[in-house]
């Protein structure tokens, strides 16, 4: 094979920490958010001293052990997460396993008892930190505020439905978006380095409940909107 072919292929296992691998015609390939079991399309992008790595162009069979039906709303968009698909126990035993697999490596075999993976008591809404970015889901289209769309480092896909937060975070998530598109703020452009809005930073006391929302911003008010400017 050479780079630009197009390759179909089960993954085989996925090593720490998103690299699905994929071996076709006795090559070994390594597919970025590929999940074991899955097969897939994919295109050669580079081939060097004997490694291969692909890029997931589509999933044609999801692994048997998905749920695609138990996972985020906004899973397959949005670049935040690889395993929400997989039950909670499948995805102990893929960090298990590649946890082992960067130990055995450079620890003396027998001179450790590996006691496998802990699972925590809450599996969804477990983060109390979030930095959500503003940019759009595609060049031209409205403000948009989450998460980096998957494979993409420009595109924004807003994530109000986000299983790995609380609540609140959606909510803020959301009522900020909508207020800054109404306001038609503009949002800081990689490439233009002009614009506004930059991130939102929002973290919550689990104990508490107390919520901190941090707003971070350029010094180019110009880009403020037209009603804030009126404003000021």
């Known amino acids: 094979m050479k780079k630009g072919d197009l390759f179909e292929g089960i993954v085989d296992v996925i090593e720490f920490p998103n690299k699905g691998i994929v071996t076709v015609d006795g ?75 960067l130990l055995d490596p450079v620890v003396k075999p027998g001179s450790y ?56 975070f959606c909510k803020i998530l959301e009522s900020t978006r909508t207020y800054f598109a109404e306001l038609g703020t503009a949002f800081l452009g990689k490439l233009s380095h002009k614009g506004y809005l930059r991130h939102l930073l929002v973290r919550r006391a689990v104990k508490t409940g107390e919520v901190l929302v941090d707003l971070v911003t350029t010094t180019q008010t110009e880009y403020l909107g037209v009603d804030m400017q009126e404003d000021q």
Request: glycine content about 12%; hydrophobic content about 30%; charged content about 30%.
């Open 113 to 168: 008892e590996f006691q496998g993976i802990k699972g925590s008591p809450i599996s969804d809404g477990y983060r109390n930190k979030m930095e959500f970015s503003f940019g759009d889901e595609f060049k031209g289209g409205p403000l948009a505020l989450g998460m980096h769309k998957r494979g993409s480092f420009y595109d924004i896909v807003t994530t109000p439905g986000c299983r790995i937060v609380h609540e609140d």
């Open 27 to 101: 090559e070994r390939i390594v597919v970025k958010n590929a999940l074991p079991g899955q097969k897939i399309q994919g295109v050669l992008t580079k081939k060097r001293k004997g490694k291969s790595e692909g890029r997931l162009l589509t999933i044609l069979e999801p692994s048997p052990m998905e749920r695609p039906g138990e996972a985020c709303e906004h899973f397959g968009t949005c670049g935040g997460c690889v395993y929400q698909s997989l039950p909670y126990e499948e995805q102990l035993k893929i960090k298990e396993n590649q946890v082992k697999a």
